[in-house]
């Protein structure tokens, strides 16, 4: 997860918070010893579930479905082994596709598109997000609505509203998710999700909920959870709300010419795809660029050595869904599968490893020793450990694509103890 700007100063937040995002890949049994559940909070969990209701009826939640839905309400502990959780290795862009798109995920989305045709287009027809984009992400976020989530939301939000950790943030989000109970869009047995509060089929935070969900079956109740017909209205809502651009794609293979500068592979440089163009960039199977007008950008997801994909307008809107180029390319390249289009030209290399947290670390506590500042050495390689990896490539002449490769990371890493 992730990749997300503040949670508290974005007035639009992510469907899926980068908190969120990998509830369904940790084992529901899983136990780790290393990993500090503690809530390291001096205020007594009912001391602070008391304090909190004089908060939630000063909202206007109704005092009833406040004692109800709290009668038994304690701490979770696996919620807070989940917040805790770091992954061991970071998952590498050939792993996350592989993971994210399979043959039978595809050949089940096709099924579900003719399936779902009439309800698709007419979601269509209102908002303007094709068809096959809803039923990628909704593949995507909860394999087809089969992984929702098995905990119950309030619970899961108290508990990290209560830690002090980001408490702010998830206090909001209690607040809002006892609202949507009050309001009776699902019975508070029904509403289960994430470890972090994501709910439905395409995993709304109540925030978003409150914000996007739209019933579009017209029964009165927003039901992300049981009504497809609400899930793909709500989801269309969303992105519409955000900016997608019915006109276009989301991006496109792309191969670049040999001599081809790396540095300005980065979403923050847009150029006219004829710009793109000139400087020898083509499709992958070497034909010309589209001849259309459309402000665009090249991201290289696994380094100058793997795949280089040029995207559009609608792939920034994805990343407010879910801040991952990974995810965002995920989405994207199942989106195209479902409509028929081939695997990428690019092939996995046969030593694709992940980086091992413990030599992220290093990495980051390396650069930072060279004088390129990666930040605190967490071991989650996000956009200032890139951009640091990036300031050593360009000081030393190499392909400054920002991409910790096995072989720069033991250069690096061997120039600071030296």
């Not at 470890?195 to 109540?206: E, V």
């Not at 651009?245 to 847009?270: C, H, M, S």
């Amino acid at each position: 997860m992730i990749r997300m700007k503040s949670f508290l100063k974005s007035t639009i937040l992510p469907v899926t918070a980068v908190i969120a995002m990998s509830f369904a890949n940790i084992p529901v049994n899983a136990q780790d010893t290393n990993v500090n559940t503690e809530l390291n909070n001096p205020i007594a969990p009912v001391d602070w579930l008391n304090t909190f209701k004089q908060t939630a009826l000063k909202e206007g939640i109704s005092e009833s479905t406040f004692d109800t839905v709290f009668a038994d309400w304690q701490p979770v502990e696996k919620v807070l082994y989940y917040d805790r959780r770091q992954p061991e290795f970071s998952r590498t862009f050939w792993g996350y596709i592989e993971r994210s798109i399979s043959k039978e995920r595809i050949e089940r989305g096709r099924r579900l598109l003719k399936e779902h045709k009439i309800l698709l287009n007419e979601v269509y027809q209102k908002f303007g997000v094709q068809p096959r984009f809803l039923v990628a992400f909704w593949g995507l976020e909860t394999n087809f609505g089969d992984y929702t989530g098995g905990f119950p939301v309030v619970d899961a939000l108290a508990t990290l509203a209560h830690d002090p950790r980001r408490s702010e943030f998830f206090t909001n989000e209690l607040l809002l998710a006892l609202k949507i109970l009050d309001q009776g869009h699902i019975a508070h047995e029904r509403m289960l999700g994430s470890w972090a509060g994501a709910m439905g089929q395409t995993q709304f935070m109540p925030s978003t909920f409150t914000g996007y969900a739209f019933d579009g079956d017209n029964d009165g109740k927003k039901d992300l959870w049981g009504s497809l017909t609400d899930v793909m209205y709500s989801s269309s809502n969303y992105l519409s709300q955000i900016g997608w651009n019915k006109e276009q794609t989301w991006g496109r293979e792309v191969i670049l010419p040999d001599g081809f500068n790396y540095e300005l592979a980065d979403l923050n440089i847009q150029k006219d795809l004829s710009e793109w163009q000139k400087l020898g960039v083509r499709r992958a199977n070497g034909a010309d660029l589209p001849k259309v007008v459309i402000d665009a950008s090249i991201v290289l997801p696994a380094g100058h050595k793997g795949p280089a994909f040029v995207v559009y307008n609608n792939f920034r809107k994805i990343m407010v869904w879910n801040r991952s180029i990974l995810y965002a390319i995920a989405v994207g390249h199942l989106a195209d599968q479902l409509q028929g289009k081939g695997d990428l030209v690019a092939k996995k290399p046969a030593n694709d490893k992940p980086l091992h947290r413990d030599e992220a670390i290093a990495l980051q506590a390396a650069l930072n020793t060279l004088g390129f500042n990666a930040g605190n050495p967490d071991g989650i390689l996000g956009s200032k450990t890139r951009a640091a990896v990036k300031a050593f490539q360009i000081k030393h002449g190499l392909p400054a694509d920002g991409y910790p490769e096995a072989s720069l990371v033991t250069r690096i890493i061997t120039e600071a103890n030296g």
